[in-house]
């Protein structure tokens, strides 16, 4: 079996060659950021995007210009995007999840970033099998956390490699037998899924009493909500169709009464999310609004990835 590789500060190396400093505050103290991407027949998907997302993310967390310089002009010998792109060549890969990583990088034990020079660039691979078609029409299932976003806290925003609360809600969710939960934040309204963002719909009566708006709501920004490559796509899709769009603070009880539910992210793209807490989410079957977006979004994937 071949060895996959590995891009780690400039180097394509084998996984068992690639190693990480004992002292890499990533790795001592989670100061760091990471994306997980979706290529389609060996483009990624919204590359671009989810750059951008983190080098401003990198701003949020106050690293040292000199690091955020060395992202924005070259990763050693290649850019990021050149390094996501040659990881997933070296590999012989075209549907893929790609992740890339980018830590404060060596320094001193004690957690003072000023201590950290280089970053550290790390871009795995590997081969994606899509969610089964018997998934998107049942739809997924979820649970509501114990654990609570903190909507004023910037790692709310970002992906940080501190993902510890992502992870205790993921389990909780598995010890309920669920696919999914939802956290929600300090104050009491929906923030998001331990992986996806949230998106509901219902449909309200027009100014002409005959006639009813399609409205999607989803979690504000301010909420506590990362702002997702593909929650963003959505909402593109969702203004091109001209459907009525609300960002906004959302209640569990909206949830709970939506017409329709489903949930985002660059892997799933648009789960439909059929029950919740025990419950299903209206018919508890993928409703037409969500089956519209998500061939919407196929067809967007297939324009950009051409």
């Given at each position: 079996m071949?060895e996959?590789?590995i891009?780690?500060?400039g ?13 890499d505050h ?25 750059l951008?997302?983190?080098?401003s ?5 106050c690293l040292?210009d000199?690091i955020?310089?060395a992202?924005?002009?070259a990763?050693?010998k290649?850019s ?7 990881t ?8 893929a999840?790609?992740r890339?990583?980018v830590t404060a ?14 970053p ?8 994606l099998v899509?969610?089964?078609a018997?998934?998107y029409e049942?739809?997924?299932t ?9 909507s004023q806290s910037?790692?709310s ?5 501190c993902?510890?609360?992502n ?15 939802i ?6 309204d929906?923030a998001?899924?331990a992986?996806t ?9 027009s ?7 399609t409205v999607l ?6 909420s506590?909500v990362?702002p997702g ?23 569990l ?7 329709e539910a489903f ?6 793209e ?12 209206a018919?508890?079957k ?5 089956e519209?977006l998500?061939?919407a ?7 950009e990835?051409?």
């Open positions: 071949t996959e590789i891009y780690i500060n180097r394509l190396l084998t996984r068992s060659e690639a190693r990480l400093s004992p002292f990533g790795f001592l103290y989670g100061y760091g950021l990471f994306e997980t991407m979706r290529s389609y027949g060996g483009c990624i998907f919204r590359l671009d995007r989810h951008a997302r983190l080098r993310s990198l701003r949020s967390l040292p000199d955020i310089t992202l924005d002009l990763t050693k290649q990021l995007e050149a390094a996501c792109h040659s997933l060549e070296a590999n012989k890969l075209k549907d999840r790609i890339l990583t990088g060596e320094g001193e034990m004690t957690p003072d970033p000023d201590t950290c020079r280089e550290t660039v790390l871009v795995t691979a590997r081969h899509p969610q089964p018997a998934s049942s739809g997924y979820a649970m509501l956390s114990s654990l609570r976003r903190n910037p790692l925003r970002i992906k940080s490699t993902y510890v609360e992870i205790l809600a993921r389990m909780e969710a598995k010890d309920a037998e669920c696919d999914e939960a956290l929600l934040n300090e104050r009491g929906i998001e899924g992986m963002n949230v998106f509901m719909v219902r449909e309200s009566p100014l002409e009493a005959s006639d009813r708006v709501i989803t979690a504000s920004i301010d506590g990362l490559i593909t929650r963003e796509a959505v909402l593109e899709i969702a203004r091109a169709l001209h459907i009525e769009i609300q960002e906004r603070q959302v209640e009880t909206e949830l709970v009464g939506a017409e949930l985002t992210n660059s892997i799933l648009l789960m439909p999310l059929t029950r919740f807490e025990g419950k299903p989410v018919t508890g993928p409703g037409p609004v969500t519209a998500h061939a979004y196929k067809e967007l994937v297939k324009e990835t051409r």
